[in-house]
């Protein structure tokens, strides 16, 4: 009895691990058909954001990922960073903020599935667009074509990549949240410029995502002549009207720009909350089911990882969530609205048949039907006119540039124009920590960085120095430099004969043909001139008048880069550094061409690259002088210490009076800064009007200030106390303006339709601690000027109060229930609310 007992006891144990196990990890089938992609079966609407995992910290995930989940999103994308991970040939790192799986983790553990874009070419405003400066060096590779060697190594990170999330078990087909993934990457931009080996390169990358068996759909963006075994989709501010050419796939929309980069020298870029949930709205009526925000956290580019040209430190991006990591209201919650409708509607978008009526003049309705309910879209395109239309016997207006989403074809519950979310004013405070001493005083203790090598390095062959390179030839100064610093030495010297000294004497012009973006040149071991490219392009000629002597003259030109290219066809091969020709150029026009003279090449900056005057341990730390701080001097190191602000909220570096350079916290490189680079004075406009095709000129602000001033430090670089911050300055600049700051909401407003509920929140634990302004009828104005319009309800303001003062956040319910009657002939009514934080 016993024996069969426990065959029959094993055999429901057996059942139950194996129900267990699958409860863990159940294997998921992602596929896609015309209309959506599909998980088990069932059609989704992806609704995707985009989150660099390098571009934050680790400690700043969670918070991240919980917030994208919270604005509606049910997918975070991100790009794979191979020159990130694999810095030197079969060398890789995949720690601290490089720890890719434990970001999938961490997205997983918030319910969310992960897009991967592996590239691994990803443009992305990255440092070389992706690729490692160490393949420009394999003989005969050539970049994003039918060429075996960069193939292979291709193929060899892609499989590191794929094992790794494989093993991981990440992917959908392995019970993980990776559901789709990419090769390449917006190659169809500039595949023309390859030829024929472009598209066989294509149909190559195709072959290898296949041969990889992740289980999961590919994709590839802007990509027209898809391979049949990949899904091809849109990147653009719109792509209502793009239709994928099979019919077999889905409509996806890859990347929707939820504002731009920030170019150093460039404005702030805007993108309107009313603009982007516009583009949403009408890619979902046009049959759309992924969309993907690019970005939706932008965050930083710390350390030397921007792309170029100039791309800024800051990847802020305009997203739904700042820089730091905070809500950009009201963009983050009018969107996260539309996505909670969106997806509340699935079925019927995933499945309906739709009909079109066309009213003329851009505005259309599509009306979606399925199993005895229908959802309509009313878009109104015109960038002028609202339009009123009559449907089914009721009249509604829709503003210009609008989408009004109606999920039972009668009632409008959202229109993109209309944003009943609250706007959060941000404000940068100082910091605090020291109650006692306000402001807060840095004290700072500097070094020269030293030249030494400019005197010597006339020295011949016979004396060879360490660490240098000899060539009578001028370099690509990422071949040289393999692009493990900014900075470059081009050095050489030339002979003025006694005899020809006469010609040589006065009024010598040095001219240097440079592929930028910075040179400073020396002549005999003095400063004669610096100068960077404008115009946001890298290369231009330097001029300036130099001093010879008879006999040796040392030249000793520091080129230094910002961010290699990352975008365009061949962009790989674009010459960084002295490209030639290097003359001297007398008063009767008489010219010595240094280009083949013998140069010798010295890498990096020595107290960056060989004393490491950043790190907390470097046994240099002795020698920096307390005494005549030094301002507008070139190549000077600063260093103070403080305390970290108390509290939660982000912490910001406020750098206005240096030049350029680089900054580091307690040894982390918090990126290049140079709050000299002001923005161009023009292109400004101190309206925005949200209505018409936005492009990256629109809505700028911020002319003729510095281009970017405010430098971010991830809370997890700090410690209570003792936090160091050293500065490297190149150009010369007053370190005693600096300061650190806070950020975080002052006052929050809102101008709610009635019908919504109004929720109104400050941040890091702040109340709301006044109301300023409160009018529920037809208020005028805008955030900060609130004006009373023709009629309120009386109680206006005591609602409100009631509802919210003392408190983190609250929720008002604007209709006319929870006011007293307001005499009002408008409609619909609004409730105005400016609050103090
Ligand atoms: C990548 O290349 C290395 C040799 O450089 C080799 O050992 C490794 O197996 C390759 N990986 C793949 C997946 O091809
Ligand atoms: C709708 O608008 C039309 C034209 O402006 C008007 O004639 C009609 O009376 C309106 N209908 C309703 C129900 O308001
Ligand atoms: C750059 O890389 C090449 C080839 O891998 C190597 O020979 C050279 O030493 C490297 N130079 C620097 C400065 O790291
Ligand atoms: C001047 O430079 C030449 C060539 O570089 C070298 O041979 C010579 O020794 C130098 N003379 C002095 C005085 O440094
Ligand atoms: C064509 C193009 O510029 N592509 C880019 C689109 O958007 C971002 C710009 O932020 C890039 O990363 C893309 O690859």
Request: aromatic fraction near 12%.
């Amino acid at each position: 009895m016993a024996m069969p007992a426990m065959a029959t006891y094993s055999r429901a144990f057996l059942v139950a691990l194996l129900f267990s196990f699958c409860l863990s990890s159940i294997a998921v089938k992602v596929s896609y058909d015309s209309r959506a992609i599909t998980i088990n079966g069932e059609r989704k609407l992806i609704i995707s954001g985009s989150i660099h995992y390098p571009r934050s910290t680790p400690a700043m995930w969670p918070d991240l990922i919980k917030k994208a989940k919270e604005g509606g999103l049910n997918t975070i994308e991100t790009y794979v960073f191979w020159n990130a991970h694999e810095p030197l040939r079969r060398q890789y790192e995949f720690s601290g903020n490089l720890d890719i799986i434990r970001f999938i983790r961490t997205i997983q553990d918030e319910g969310l599935y992960v897009f991967l874009r592996i590239g691994p070419y990803v443009c992305a405003e990255w440092n070389y667009g992706g690729f490692p400066v160490w393949l420009h060096s394999i003989p005969g590779i050539e970049f994003r074509t039918n060429n075996p060697q960069f193939e292979n190594e291709m193929q060899n990170f892609t499989t590191l990549i794929v094992d790794k999330v494989k093993h991981a078990g990440l992917f959908a087909s392995d019970g993980g949240p990776v559901i789709l993934a990419q090769i390449e990457n917006e190659y169809g931009n500039v595949m023309s410029s390859y030829g024929d080996a472009g598209k066989t390169y294509i149909n190559w990358c195709a072959n290898l995502a296949e041969s990889l068996h992740v289980g999961v759909p590919w994709i590839m963006c802007q990509q027209w002549d898809t391979p049949a075994s990949m899904i091809q989709s849109c990147n653009g501010w719109y792509c209502d009207q793009y239709q994928p050419s099979s019919h077999d796939v889905p409509k996806i929309w890859t990347e929707n720009w939820t504002g731009w980069y920030k170019a150093w020298g460039g404005q702030d870029p805007h993108r309107t909350a009313e603009d982007l949930a516009f583009a949403v709205a009408r890619f979902f009526q046009y049959g759309g089911t992924l969309q993907n925000y690019y970005m939706y956290h932008g965050g930083t580019n710390f350390g030397r990882v921007s792309g170029g040209p100039y791309i800024a430190t800051t990847y802020d991006y305009d997203a739904p969530l700042d820089e730091f990591g905070n809500l950009n209201q009201p963009k983050w919650g009018h969107l996260k609205q539309l996505h909670n409708l969106l997806i509340s509607m699935e079925k019927i978008l995933t499945h309906g048949v739709t009909r079109e009526i066309d009213f003329g003049n851009m505005m259309s309705a599509t009306i979606f039907k399925y199993s005895g309910k229908r959802v309509c879209f009313f878009g109104n395109a015109n960038n002028e006119e609202d339009i009123t239309i009559s449907f089914e016997g009721t009249n509604y207006t829709i503003p210009a540039w609008s989408v009004s989403i109606l999920p039972d074809c009668f009632t409008e519950v959202y229109n993109t124009a209309r944003v009943n979310t609250q706007t959060s004013v941000m404000v940068k405070s100082p910091n605090k920590a020291d109650q006692g001493r306000e402001p807060y005083n840095l004290l700072w203790k500097w070094r020269a960085e030293h030249f030494e090598h400019l005197k010597t390095d006339s020295k011949k062959k016979s004396h060879p120095q360490k660490d240098v390179i000899y060539a009578t030839q001028l370099f690509d100064q990422k071949v040289i430099t393999n692009d493990t610093s900014d900075y470059l030495w081009y050095m050489t010297s030339l002979n003025i004969d006694d005899n020809e000294y006469s010609d040589w004497k006065k009024d010598v012009k040095l001219q240097v043909h440079t592929g930028g973006p910075v040179l400073h040149a020396f002549v005999n071991g003095k400063h004669a001139g610096s100068q960077w490219g404008t115009n946001g392009k890298y290369d231009f000629v330097f001029e300036t008048n130099i001093k010879l002597k008879p006999g040796n003259n040392s030249i000793s030109l520091l080129s230094v880069t910002v961010g290699l290219q990352n975008y365009g066809a061949f962009f790989d091969d674009m010459q960084n550094g002295i490209v030639g020709p290097v003359k001297l150029i007398a008063k009767n026009k008489q010219q010595k061409d240094l280009s083949k003279n013998e140069w010798v090449y010295r890498v990096g900056i020595h107290g960056i690259e060989k004393q490491q005057l950043y790190k907390e341990d470097c046994h240099y730390n002795r020698h920096w002088n307390l005494e005549n701080l030094p301002t507008k001097r070139m190549f000077v190191w600063y260093k103070t210490s403080f305390e970290a602000p108390l509290g939660n909220d982000p912490i910001v570096l406020d750098l206005l009076g240096l030049g350029k350079g680089i900054a580091w916290v307690n040894g982390h490189n918090i990126g290049r800064y140079w709050p000299s680079y002001n923005a161009d004075e023009n292109g400004c406009s101190s309206t925005c009007d949200y209505r018409g095709a936005y492009s990256n000129s629109k809505c700028l602000s911020n002319c003729g200030e510095s281009s970017q001033r405010w430098y971010h430090v991830p809370r997890s670089f700090l410690r209570d106390e003792g936090n160091t911050l050293t500065l490297f300055e190149e150009f010369g600049g007053n370190p005693s303006l600096i300061s650190v700051h806070t950020v975080t909401v002052e006052k929050v407003c809102a101008n709610t339709y009635e019908g919504n509920i109004l929720e109104l929140s400050c941040q890091g634990g702040k109340v709301i601690s006044d109301i300023k302004f409160a009018s529920f009828g037809d208020p005028q104005g805008a955030c900060g000027s609130f004006e009373r319009g023709t009629c309120e309800s009386p109680n206006s303001l005591a609602v409100v109060k009631k509802a919210c003062l003392g408190k983190e956040s609250c929720l008002i319910d604007v209709s006319e229930s929870n006011f007293e009657a307001s005499l009002c002939r408008v409609f619909p009514l609004r409730l105005a609310v400016e609050a103090t934080c």
